[in-house]
Each structure stands twice: as C-alpha cells, then as structure tokens.
C-alpha cells in the first residue's frame, strides 16, 4: 500500500520535472522577440485604448511607434508630455504638436430651426439617417441632436444642449471618435487655440438656408471680403475658415449678418 502511494508520487513527480523542462526548452525556441523601446512606450501610453490614434489600442500603438511606423506623437490623449517622454525613448525630436478639439458645426438650436415633424424613437442619429427627413429638423445638414457623437465619446466632452451637441474644449482629447460617429459628417478637429469658427455645415443657397435655419450661413460672402490674410473662403455654399492663414482678428464675425461664425 505504502510502496504503491510512495511509487505514484515518483511517477507524478518524475511527469511533472519532465513537462517542466519541456516548457522551458519550448518556451526559449518559441519566444517571440520584443523591442525593448516598445515596451518603453507602451509603458508611458495613457492606456485608454480609444482607438483616436488610428490603431487598434494602446499595444499596437506602441508597436507601431517602435518599429517607425508612427509618430511619437501619435497619441491624442497623453498629449504634450506623453510625446517628450517617448520622444526621449525613441531618440527624436518631438516637434510642436498643436493641440486641436472637436467642433460641432452647427447652431440650431431648438429655437432657431425650423422642425418638419416630431420623431418619437431610437435617439441614435445614425440609425435616423436612413429616415425619410433624416431626423426632425428641416436643415438635413445640421446637427440632429439625438446623440451618437455622446455615445461615442469615452471622456464625457461632448453633451447634446438645447438640440445641438457641445463641445467641452478643456475635456476633448481629439481621439476623433464623435467625428467618426457623425452621419452627417459636422464634427471636425479644430485648433485648441482657434477663436473664430464657422458654426454651419448647410450647402443649400441662402434663400433655402433662411427657410430652414434662423442662424444658418446664407453665402453672402461678407466674411471673405474683409478677410485680409485670405483665410476664408466660400465652398459649396458654406463660409470655411484656413486656419493656418487666420490670425484670429475677428473682422470676419463682425461683419457676418447671420452670426455664425462663432
């Protein structure tokens, strides 16, 4: 009885010394190679996985950095001081990344848009989209206000107030999610530093803009034509400001008789 128990312990003892070597050997014939740099970097990443850097989280990001396939740069969320970090990592410079933040490119708010009947459903703009009228409102350009873009956002920067989604500019980290998330393509990542913006995606002419929206750009062309560093201009009916060229003085908004540039 006793040499038996005594016996299979041995033998488990024996199988058990001999997987354990055999792992061992296995694990050094098969080991995958990691860049030591890679492992730097993903230890500075904020670890957000949002995707905003166009990756598919914060391991592949890393990976990508690495290998040279990224800009140190790349992380919209860890910002300024993410990037010196891994600047140093990698060895380069990190240049001057300006920070930019989502701006929602509408001003319709319940009062000032004309509504062409009332939507009792799913509040998912994407879904809405495909509905005759896509939505409520009668500007099929604007926002909808049913609030994919909150949805898609993970650091509550973005709220729908009166109608329209808003931006919290000192929350937004530019992953570009709420950008992805918009139907009808309104949302763009402007410069932090930008005082001047066209709240207006509508390209109907301006008789039609008036008849859908109080605060919609009519085209009139004002806002170029006291522009004197050519840093706005018309496209398909919508005011659209350069902001490499904008100094940010403001002549514009002054003279727009609708208010929309913001």
């Known amino acids: 009885m006793i040499t038996g128990i005594i016996f299979a312990a041995a033998v488990v003892g024996i199988i058990g010394i001999l997987i354990g070597v055999f792992l061992g050997i296995a694990s050094e ?121 909150v949805k898609a956002c993970e650091f509550d920067a973005i709220h729908v107030v009166d109608g329209i989604a808003v931006v919290d500019k000192e929350k937004c980290v530019a992953c570009g999610k709420c950008v992805a998330s918009c139907p009808n393509n309104l949302i763009d990542l402007v410069p932090y530093k930008a005082e001047y913006l066209v709240q207006c995606n509508s390209h109907d002419k301006g008789k039609d803009v008036k008849a859908k929206c109080d605060v919609g750009c009519i085209g009139c062309t004002m806002c170029i034509k006291q522009c004197e560093f050519d840093a706005i201009h018309m496209d398909n009916n919508v005011a659209i400001i350069d902001y490499e060229k904008c100094t940010n003085c403001g002549k514009c908004a002054a003279k727009c008789p609708v208010k929309v540039i913001i």
């Open 29 to 149: 014939k098969f080991k995958v190679e990691v860049d030591e740099k890679e492992i730097l970097v993903r230890n500075e990443l904020p670890g957000n996985n949002c995707g905003g850097c166009g990756y598919a989280g914060c391991d592949a990001l890393a990976k990508a950095i690495a290998a040279g396939q990224a800009d140190v740069g790349a992380c919209p969320v860890g910002g300024a001081s993410v990037t010196e970090k891994i600047s140093q990592i990698m060895g380069v410079s990190a240049g001057a990344a300006e920070k930019k933040v989502a701006f929602v490119k509408c001003k319709g708010t319940c009062d000032k848009t004309k509504v062409q009947y009332n939507y009792y459903g799913i509040d998912d703009c994407r879904k809405i989209s495909v509905v005759p009228g896509a939505g409520e409102k009668a500007c099929v350009y604007g926002c909808m206000g049913y609030g994919s873009c």
